[in-house]
Nanobody
Framework: DVQLVESGGGLVQPGGSLRLSCAAS????????MSWVRQAPGKEREGVAA???????TYADSVKGRFTISRDNAKNTLYLQMNSLKTEDTAVYYC????WGQGTQVTVS
């Protein structure tokens, strides 16, 4: 079965950093585009960053210069390094490909 398991969320002060991880299994990770999306309370889901199998990255304007998406194909793991966090980054962050993980809560306060 395809599985995506996120980890690394938590409570951080504004200006702080977190690194999210997403462990993938059940599919050929290296051949798949992967992304991070987030959903804040009362808001629609928002694409944060994406990374395709060729290494091309895209970012939402709101996180450019602060977040970095990366992947380790040997470990079947996707990462999101988040620096200079702002209160408006508070959300549940999901790893996604053809399906979604369960999400990890990031609270900036």
């Amino acid at each position: 079965d395809v599985q995506l398991v996120e980890s690394g969320g938590g409570l951080v002060q504004p200006g702080g950093s977190l690194r999210l991880s997403c462990a993938a299994s059940g599919f050929t990770f290296s051949l798949n585009a992967m992304s991070w999306v987030r959903q804040a309370p009362g808001k629609e889901r928002e694409g944060v960053a994406a990374l395709d199998s060729d290494g091309e990255m895209t970012y939402a304007d709101s996180v450019k210069g602060r977040f970095t998406i990366s992947r380790d194909n040997a470990k079947n793991t996707l990462y999101l390094q988040m620096n200079s966090l702002k209160t408006e980054d508070t959300a549940v962050y999901y790893c996604a490909t053809s399906l979604w993980g369960q999400g990890t809560q990031v609270t900036v306060s």
